[in-house]
């Protein structure tokens, strides 16, 4: 077997590495999508600074290896070395002409700022006179040589940060110097020598060795992948599976050399709102770092056209090269050394949920991208940012009159919040945990800051542009974010924000908009995003572009997706917002909700409390059989508890009739599946004494009598006990009211002309025969209505059918399917009961059990593949063995999560039904799993037409090698 190349050099218009994959995506996984991007520019023939990669396989067995790098791996990078000294015509850590290099991590994922890299590497003593010498620029050698300094021992020797700005500061003071620009090359020579003193107070050397240099930051960067903020930020981000970080050694070029150089970053289109206009910013006299960090706030990219015509210019082509190149939106960065341009990066530009999804549609209507790509590059599990909210714009221009404007910042991450200021992140997660809406408010944030950033409504910074940390970490997280909001005098230990007369103090409020990057004091209402307000009439769709781009992209995905897509919605008004969002029909409505309103929950409570005397009395004289005397006592017994029995029922039945005739207006011809009664039915009384008064007091009776019923009710493991079909059998009567209040209202809106497709879904099922009793009932009590209304056959189909959520039921679900007309998988419950954890107490441990890999995702959120998935599966192949045209469909919190949206399209699910808001997520995801899964899916309920066309009865061949069913 050939021996494992670690290192692949790039330079002089050719790039060893562009032949390690055949495609971009194989080669980030080698090279990482710095080292990628590096090759693929070089083999452009754009200008790259020469250099060498070392992939991301020698960091993790140098990690396996305990720090110690792989065979092999230092012969090929003193190989490397040699190349660039000879293609260079420099020589490294001695000489006239000395070779710097930067050092920088680049794993196949971008992970911003959270792993390390190293600037100057190759200065020493002896190089750094060459270099005065070389550009008779004094001060600029030893600025470089003090960045140098500091950056190897913060990062490499581990020397505190805080010891190089304190020196540096104390050589500020004492030369009266604002800032770091304002010292000149006698104060620069002072930092150096207070830098080697903190290098020998923490009882480090610092290596004149540039070789060793080298080595040492090669291991830091290699180490650094697992330093805690890059696992937390992977944690974050989800990214898995990666091997390490690659490592990019690159000659320098120096954007510090005068007023003639300059460094920048810069997107190909704004990352912010996805606008087809080349953004970015840039400082000139600086090393990248100062860009980055946000130290000095860098000028916007359009006025580089006035400071350097020719580099503006090449820039502008260059964007256009890598925008038709990559054939998506890229994250460029830049430096000028004495006019010359060099490209040092070229990614996937990170961006808003805004800008991705606008970038896709406008790059597919120009026929850069066609328009399956535009929908498989929009992530779908973030599309439901698009419904947040914004600042009310009444109140907005209210606040701005009264002079309410804080400052003004970037726009560096879209979205209207509103919340307590905090200036700690971690008093931003102690906040957040207590339910507080908190603004994380700091100078400028880094990556330790990302666990506050997560949990916080919004960031605003005083310091940094659009790239800089808040703004990429916050865009990349949906946080809306102002940045650069230079007015705001941040004080962290007196917790204040000054601006003139203007002080806001820790947990005062502030309001903010990402889109102006206007932060104002006090409270703002935030109101519903512009697509919210378009489904509403509010605002029309001309006037929204963001709606408008949000369904073509939608548009585009209906046709693409083969899964139909439900929701699960209970009353009129969430089943009017899921139509909104593009939902095909009700997958789930959960009855007991109803329950809850008004006045309704004390005819109920009624039921309860003598549906048990009731049940035992009629027990009792269906077995006194013919003894007369015996059933009239019976029946003095069961006279008033029975009378209070019918009545509650009574009351409840034209309530859930006009619950369900209000969803079935609203959803017209759509599909509606109603779940009868599920929940236990202790849940419907009150627990606690000061309740429990309460109803005795309503209802007028003695509290004595509900807390026997309570008392009688309980039960240690209820999840298991008396719920769902087994209410209805042991308590039919309200089964039989149910199916009622649905028929009745059925034929109530056929009268109004709506064509309406009831579902009548019994839960819980585990054995066929629960399913059996209670489909028997259900066809009794349409009989009965159909006879009382003299019909011969009812004018609306209705289906019944069941969930299956228990694991039994998936089982056996061939059985089951004898008598279901669909399938719903539960996957709450299914969960739950698949692997044994409690719903309502998992959330204790399975948090460690994800960060352990006991389980890849919370299975209550992602479905857990491996084991609830294969009885999903099987209960689709039982079920369809024995009825091919079985409905199958998903109502667990599920049917909204993309991962396991795809998974229902892989085993062939006919539709997901899930929360009205991500009803738009699951139709992209669908779609995005149609286009990664092409074949194997069932026709959807959601084209008919369509299915009728390609008639697949009759031409079984052809319709699955097209994946048709
Ligand atoms: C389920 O169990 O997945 C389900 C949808 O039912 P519920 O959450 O109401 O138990
Ligand atoms: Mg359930």
């Known amino acids: 077997m050939a021996k494992n190349k670690y290192v692949y050099f790039f330079g002089g218009g050719k790039a060893e590495g562009m032949v390690v994959a055949k495609d971009e995506k194989g080669r980030k996984q080698i090279l990482g999508g710095k080292g990628s991007g590096l090759a693929d520019m070089t083999a452009a023939g754009l200008p790259v600074p020469e250099g060498f990669t070392i992939t991301c396989q020698a960091c993790a067995e140098c990690n396996e290896l305990g720090r110690k790098w792989p065979k092999g791996l230092a012969e090929e990078v003193e190989a490397n070395i040699a190349k660039l000294e000879q293609l260079t015509g420099k020589t490294f850590g001695r000489g006239g002409n000395p070779l710097l290099v930067s050092v920088r991590s680049g794993a196949a994922v971008s992970m911003p700022g959270m792993m390390d890299t190293v600037l100057n590497l190759g200065l020493n003593d002896e190089t750094l006179a060459s270099l005065i010498a070389l550009t008779g620029n004094e001060r600029f050698a030893y600025d470089a040589y003090r960045r140098f300094m500091q950056m190897f021992g913060d990062v490499v020797l581990g020397i505190e940060h805080h010891d190089f700005e304190h020196a540096l500061q ?29 290098y020998e107070h923490a009882g480090k050397a610092f290596p004149q060795d540039a070789r060793k240099q080298l080595e040492a930051s090669i291991n830091a960067v290699f180490q650094s992948w697992n330093n805690p903020r890059a696992i937390k930020y992977r944690q974050l981000n989800d990214i898995r599976g990666l091997l390490g970080t690659a490592v990019n050694v690159q000659l320098m070029v120096f954007g510090n050399m005068g007023g003639d150089s300059g460094t920048g970053v810069a997107f190909t289109r704004d990352p912010s709102t996805g606008k087809n206009e080349f953004y970015g910013e840039y400082l000139m006299n600086a090393q990248g770092e100062d860009v980055v960090a946000g130290i000095r706030t860098p000028q916007p990219i359009a006025t580089l056209a006035n400071v350097d015509p020719a580099a503006y210019k090449q820039l502008v082509e260059i964007r256009g090269k890598l925008e038709s190149h990559y054939r998506d939106m890229q994250d460029i960065e830049f430096t000028i050394e004495k006019g010359k341009l060099f490209m040092l990066q070229t ?83 102690a906040w957040a945990k207590e339910g507080k809406k908190v603004i994380l408010v700091r100078i400028e944030t880094s990556p330790e800051d990302v666990g506050g950033m997560a949990v916080a409504q919004a960031v605003v910074t005083a310091r940094g542009g659009m790239t800089s940390h808040a703004a990429v970490v916050a865009r990349g997280m949906g946080t809306p974010c102002v940045a650069g909001a230079g007015d705001l005098r941040i004080d962290y230990s007196a917790k204040t924000i000054t601006v003139q007369d203007k002080i806001v103090r820790e947990g005062e409020h502030v309001s903010l908009s990402g889109f102006t990057g206007t932060v104002y004091v006090g ?36 046709r693409i997706r083969k899964l139909g897509v439900r929701t699960n919605a209970d009353i009129p008004r969430d089943a009017d917002r899921a139509s909104k969002m593009g939902a095909e029909g009700i997958g789930l409505c959960r009855t007991e909700h109803m329950f809850f309103e008004g006045n309704r929950i004390v005819s109920f409570r009624r039921f309860i409390l003598v549906a048990d005397e009731v049940k035992r009395l009629r027990e009792e004289l269906a077995a006194a059989g013919d003894d007369q005397a015996k059933a009239a006592a019976i029946h003095q017994k069961l006279a008033v508890p029975e009378a209070q029995y019918n009545q509650a029922l009574a009351e409840l039945l034209p309530l859930q009739r006009s619950d369900f005739e209000g969803i079935f207006r609203v959803m017209g011809s759509r599909p509606v599946t109603i779940r009868l009664l599920d929940p236990p039915l202790h849940e419907f009384l009150p627990q606690e004494d000061a309740n429990q008064r309460e109803m005795a007091a309503t209802m007028g009776i003695d509290v004595q009598i509900i807390k026997n019923t309570v008392a009688s009710m309980h039960e ?86 069941t969930m299956i959520e228990v694991p039994r039921g998936a089982i056996t679900a061939d059985e089951i399917a004898t008598v279901a007309e669909f399938f719903s998988f539960g996957t709450n419950d299914l969960t739950q009961m698949g692997c044994g954890f409690s719903r309502d107490d998992a959330g204790k441990f399975l948090g460690d059990y994800v960060r352990q890999g006991i389980y890849d995702y919370d299975p209550f959120q992602t479905l857990d593949r491996g084991g609830v998935g294969q009885l999903v599966k099987i209960a689709v192949e ?69 299915r009728a066309a390609k008639k697949p009865a009759r031409k079984p061949a052809k319709a699955r090698k097209k994946g048709k069913r």
């Not at 992530?379 to 404007?405: H, M, N, T, W, Y």
Request: hydrophobic share 40%; with cysteine.
């Open 523 to 558: 409270q703002i209402k935030v109101q519903p995003s512009e697509i919210i307000q378009v489904q509403d009439g509010v605002l029309k769709p001309e006037e929204s572009l963001l709606f408008q781009q949000y369904s073509k992209l939608l548009g585009w995905s209906d």
């Open 170 to 198: 104390s050589v500020k003071d004492r030369r009266g110097a604002k800032l770091d620009t304002d010292l000149d090359v006698t104060g620069l020579r002072e930092v150096v020598a207070e830098y080697k003193k903190a």
């Open 347 to 429: 990614r996937s530009g990170k961006r808003t949920i805004f800008a991705a999804v606008r970038a896709a549609v406008e790059m597919a209507e120009a026929g850069l991208i066609t328009r399956d790509q535009a929908v498989a590059r929009v992530p779908s599990g973030q599309l439901s940012q698009l419904f947040a909210p914004v600042l009310d714009r009444k109140e907005e221009g209210a606040a701005e009159k009264q002079g309410r404007i804080l400052a003004k910042g970037l726009p560096a991450s879209p979205g209207g919040a509103c919340g307590q200021v905090v200036f700690h992140a971690d008093v931003a997660e």
């Open 716 to 801: 240690f493991n209820p999840m298991l006990g008396l719920r769902g079909c087994r209410l209805g059998i042991a308590y039919p009567d309200v089964s039989a009211m149910q199916v009622r209040a649905i028929i009745e209202a059925a034929l109530k809106v056929c009268g109004e002309g709506f064509k309406p497709h009831p579902e009548i879904m019994i839960p819980l099922v585990g054995a066929v025969k629960e399913l059996q009793l209670q489909r028997e009932l259900t066809e009794k009590v349409i009989q009965q209505v159909k006879a009382e209304r003299g019909l011969k056959k009812l004018p609306f189909p209705v289906k019944i059918g």
């Open 878 to 946: 039982k079920g369809r063995k024995t009825r091919p045209d079985i409905k199958l469909g998903i109502c667990g919190e599920h049917g909204g999560d993309p991962m396991s949206v795809e998974f229902c399209h892989m085993v062939g699910l006919n539709y997901v039904s899930c929360s009205p808001y991500r009803v738009p997520v699951a139709r992209l995801a669908a779609a995005q799993a149609a286009l990664k899964h092409p074949y194997g899916q069932p026709a959807t309920e959601a084209k008919p037409a369509k």
